[in-house]
């Protein structure tokens, strides 16, 4: 990557310049930023190592930038620096360094852009997770397409990635879902029965009760709406069934986990919950007030305290949270990831205080919030509610728009902003569409690949030594050739910052640049040596791009 080239040159011409005398001798590290200007008449890159060093340089920045400038002017990497401003240098490289790294984008190939910056980290991702209490709707899947990008990001990022989905199948929730359920059995079964307010509703409900019924027949005829066995049984039916919906959609939508962890199983039967209340105890960090067991979480951040365990002796949620989280950092997990939707962003604080209680690092937790989506249909909005049972399920807008425009769209924006779906847009095969914008770059691409072999030129049988990566030397192609180079960078900025939408930023951008380039210029000319130029700046753009859509998990089509 170019700015480590540039910060390796800069450590070696201030040795060079203490060397010579014309530095003083310090103790310590060379500390800078290479940066990108905002305006291109600075220059491609930039380093405020000048400034920076000014104190233990003991001399005026402006003097350091031109003693470094001179040493620099040296290397053909720069064509020019310039000593800016305060002290700020500007360099601009030579057009040889962006044509000679085209030829190692296509060394690697599909590795393009991998880095290792997540070497030895362990990563256990828990997303979508949402309660098997009915279908996944769109705003899941919103969370969904931002949790798997996460995990494909930062494998190629380098880390040690392990996904997990989190089954709330314990609680007050549970015996609503199985009290549905019930209830629509009873009807099916020919008993007249009032639908109380506050239960679930959805069509999915009068599903699984007519299953019930071909499983049990009238065995519950006589059942009380009240009864907990009976309930209990119908909870676990609805919950499994609603389960393997979810699992078979978020398959279709290419989401993979590697364990999907039961609340009721993991935490509660084993009695984990109450080991680490226990733990708590004695740590004092819990006090009894009411009957209940509250957590000090006002001295960890929170604005209040908070119970743990009802006065009824029924565990929280917040202390299943709690205990969630410890025994992932028992599994041997380095760093945890939530996405979580936006309307939990007060839980944050308050567990994160908790880890921090009971002595870990509450940065091993990160929990990127994601807000909700607005879908939209000739300009009207869509309802998102599950319990009153109106809402666009995940698989209806896949079986709608489609897999690849579903993934993309949903990553079009930072997940902690509202996101307007418009199914319109989504469906136009044109500009306005960024999905079909993007993948019919890396289309147009093959077909002058197909173009090209009609001729009698194959690129992929040219050896890379036999093309003359400096005809590539139009202001345009320079561009693309930089915008290739920086992938990796996007890459590295994407992964530490747990941003996947600025893959798609970068992919909609470079395909702006390939559609204007397309337009303008021929890839095969009468020029051989300048078409096999082209063809590898083209086949260098397919890449990325494919390499791109592949962390988005979405397909790079041959043909549109």
């Not at 997990?333 to 567990?351: N, S, T």
Request: a negative charge; one cysteine or more.
């Amino acid at each position: 990557m170019i700015q480590k080239i540039i910060h390796n040159k800069l450590i070696e011409a201030i040795d060079k310049a203490v060397q010579n005398g014309d530095l003083p001798h310090f103790e310590g590290e060379v500390i800078h930023q290479v940066s990108t200007p905002r305006h291109e008449a600075h220059g491609d890159y930039a380093s405020n190592v000048a400034m920076s060093m000014a104190k233990a340089f003991k001399m005026p920045p402006k003097k350091t930038g031109e003693i470094l400038k001179a040493i620099l002017s040296e290397d053909p990497l720069f064509s020019r620096i310039d000593v800016a401003g305060p002290g700020f240098l500007n360099f601009f490289i030579s057009d040889s360094y962006w044509q000679g790294h085209l030829k190692t984008l296509i060394s690697d190939g599909d590795n393009y852009g991998r880095c290792d910056i997540g070497r030895g980290i362990s990563v256990l991702l828990e997303y979508v997770s949402a309660n098997p209490t009915g279908p996944l709707h769109v705003g899941h899947g919103r969370g969904a397409a931002i949790g798997d990008t996460i995990r494909r990001l930062l494998k190629f990022a380098g880390f040690d990635v392990k996904t997990e989905y989190y089954i709330n199948d314990a609680g007050n929730q549970m015996k609503m879902l199985g009290k549905s359920v019930l209830i629509r059995y009873l009807n099916a079964c020919g008993r007249s029965m009032t639908f109380p307010d506050g239960l679930y509703r959805g069509d999915y409900i009068k599903d699984i009760a007519l299953k019930a019924q071909d499983i049990y027949g009238d065995k519950f005829i006589d059942s009380s709406t009240d009864d907990s066995e009976v309930i209990t049984i119908f909870s676990e039916l609805a919950v499994n069934e609603i389960l393997e919906g979810i699992k078979a959609d978020l398959k279709g939508f290419n989401c993979a986990f590697d364990n999907w962890f039961s609340e009721k199983k993991g935490l509660h039967d084993t009695g984990f919950i109450n080991e680490v209340i226990e733990d708590m105890q004695k740590r004092g960090l819990v006090y009894e007030k009411d009957g209940a067991l509250w957590f000090r979480s006002s001295e960890w951040g929170d604005e209040k305290d908070r119970v743990v365990r009802r006065s009824t002796g029924e565990n929280t949620y917040f202390a299943a949270d709690i205990a969630y989280h410890i025994h992932k950092i028992k599994r041997g997990y380095r760093l945890l990831i939530d996405i979580w939707g936006a309307d939990h962003h007060g839980y944050v604080p308050r567990l994160k205080g908790a880890l921090s209680a009971i002595g870990l690092k509450a940065d091993s937790l990160s929990v990127l919030l994601v807000q909700f989506v607005n879908l939209l249909e000739d300009g009207q909005l869509k309802g998102m509610s599950t319990r009153a049972g109106e809402f666009i399920t995940l698989k209806e807008l896949i079986d709608d728009v489609g897999r690849d425009a579903a993934r993309f769209m949903f990553l079009t924006k930072r997940s902690d902003t509202h996101l307007d779906f418009d199914l319109d847009i989504v469906k136009k095969q044109g500009q306005e569409n960024p999905v079909y914008y993007v993948q019919y770059a890396h289309a147009r691409l093959s077909s002058v690949f197909k173009k090209a072999r009609e001729r009698g030129i194959n690129i992929d049988d040219i050896s890379p030594d036999a093309i003359d990566c400096s005809l590539l030397s139009k202001g345009e192609e320079i561009d693309i050739l930089k915008a290739l180079e920086a992938f990796q960078k996007t890459i590295e900025g994407a992964a530490s910052n747990l941003e996947p939408h600025n893959i798609s930023y970068y992919l909609t951008d470079l395909a702006s640049r390939l559609h204007s380039y397309y337009n303008k210029y021929r890839f095969l000319t009468d020029d051989k040596d300048l078409s096999f130029a082209r063809l590898f700046l083209a086949k260098g753009v397919r890449q990325v791009i494919k390499n791109g859509l592949s962390i988005l998990g979405v397909s790079a089509p041959d043909n549109m």
